[in-house]
């Protein structure tokens, strides 16, 4: 697993507040029920702070699920 | 927030300092809230919102829970503001809320702000009907938002000449707002919107992503702010206000050693730095002695030296009158410290300390952990806002009481000196002349008597907080009684020192209350006191039982076996506390002798 996917998941078992294993690889907030919208903000201001990296308002409303959130932060991330 | 099993998710550190990322935050609280003790206080928020302010719980939750305060939240609907004020089965009038927070923005409540010609008007007639919806809402206590002034002018920089302008607008809509609060406080409070931004600044406070996208326009040091000055009020109801400061003197009332440097040398002065910033520091020691804080002093030092600068120094603002206490010996500063805590009959988790020396600073912290520690920064010029930025001293009201009580410690100082003088206590009691003027509360004590309850813990059966708008409800019941009792001795008044709260069932009276202020213990004024309230309750009432019970608290024991004195036997041990009763009107025991009771 990468760097930026094992901090990814790390953030979301801290925010969503669950375990790594039920975190699936299509994990998105379809499948997730922790994943609601205050979830979400927080998710994706936590990431924020842990790669210094900044989302737009696009991002933010796209990135509902893991592998999109994952490809967008390896674009960001260097 | 759904509980899990702690294992699964992983170790997360449970003490995090608010600077932490958000994620510890959030992991931490789960952790922080498994750690309270079962007596640790519910506290329940209520939101009366336009706007989403659900970001400021990881912080909310972090502050109330390291102040060992259980929180609690439940938001209203969006924008629907009278309807979750009155329908009877909103999330906001079901279930008892300790305090109602209002997040109402204008761009919300006005769909015509910011357009040109907007007046408040119609905005001031929505928070009319708000206002009034709330002073009959069931809430204790009522926080109300100020409104942002926008950032931009809409007419740039030209000054409009009649004031018509957003900001003029705005500006005149919050001083509504103050005004109200002001009318109605302490049950209603500030939580000064307009200020925050002011620290914080736009950029730092503002997400325009999240408020375009979910109506959520602010950020962590905005929310964080917020929900620091919401625990700062949260602390006061609960009667955890600190309430005794003390003192260092070198390189913390002035700069330089006094004892090394002489009057001369040492570094307070009102134009040059860093006199300056001392000089500012005792300024803010000042406004807090103004409110009632206890000053103290505790320093390794000559009397002498010390009282020479209080006296003689041209820029020393803090004098002898301002102190209620002082340890000046070259003796450990823990022992000090709990010599002025037994002195001052204060717990040493009502104590602040300050001092510029952090070997000082870590041996209170390891044997007095009760207590704050605060340290003379670094940054000189940092120094002046520490007492006031944490708001650990803060009530939600002072009373003329408040600033007197500085007084009275001291003049407890007299008495003690008096004390030495007599062989027996009988005699030293009976010198002193004691005045127990016991009356029905009247209105206009209701502001004391709710600061009694909020603050006594020592002397107190049941340990019940209560509010104004509570003491009130109690005032106005044909089934309810508050008595007060105001005591005085040839050395001057103690002022309002006891509360006696009854209910009644049939011919059953039942005690609701019963404190007594640290001050005035030690007299047998509290015996005078509930022998003369039964025996008036009684006869209203025409009572033929009592019902009185115990609740213990970690600060209570001494009243223990209270009720015993006079008679009540014990009944069933609930799951709170003891619960007595005495099977006849009055107590068959007589009142102190030597105490002389007044009527009015």
Known sequence: ?78 | MQSRNKSEIGNFPTSVEPTASLSDIIAATDTLEAALPPSAPKFNFGFLRNVTLEGIEPYLCYRMLTNRVRPRMVYGGYGSLMQDLLHPNSPLTTGRTDMLVTAIMLEELDPRYGLPGWTSSRARDELEGVFEALLANGAATIALNTFIVPYRSEIGVMTSSDASDAAAEVTRLNEFVRDFVRRNSPRFCLMDWDRLVHLIGESAATDYRYWYLSRAPFKRAFLDALAKELVKVVRALLGRAKKCLVLDCDNTLWGGIVGEDGLEGIKLDGHEYPGRAFYDFQKTVLQLAERGILVTLCSRNNEQDVFTVLDRHPWSLLKRDHLSGFRINWEDKTANLADLAKDLNLGLDFFVFVDDNPRELEMVRQMLPQVTILQVPERLYEYPALLLRDGLFDTLATSREDRHRAKHYQMEVQRKAERGRHQNLEGYLRSLELVASIHPAGLGEVGRIAQLTQKTNQFNLTTRRYTDHDIQGFLASPDSCVYTLVASDRFGSLGLVGVFIARHRGQTAIVDTLLMSCRALGRHLEHAFVLECMQRVGTTWEVEEWEAVYLPSAKNSQVAAFWEIYGFKPQEQGEQGQSYNLGAPVPTIDPPAFIRIERE
Not at chain 1, 32 to 54: I, K, P, Q, T, Y
């Open chain 1, 1 to 78: 697993m990468s760097d930026i996917e094992n901090r990814t998941r790390t953030v979301m078992t801290k925010v969503l507040q669950t375990p790594a294993q039920e975190i699936a690889a299509e994990a998105s907030r379809k499948n997730l029920a922790a994943w609601d919208s205050l979830a979400h903000m927080n998710l994706m201001l936590a990431l924020e702070e842990e790669f210094g990296v900044e989302f737009s308002d696009q991002e933010i409303a796209d990135c509902d699920n893991l592998p999109l959130l994952l490809d967008t932060l390896r674009s960001k991330y260097t």
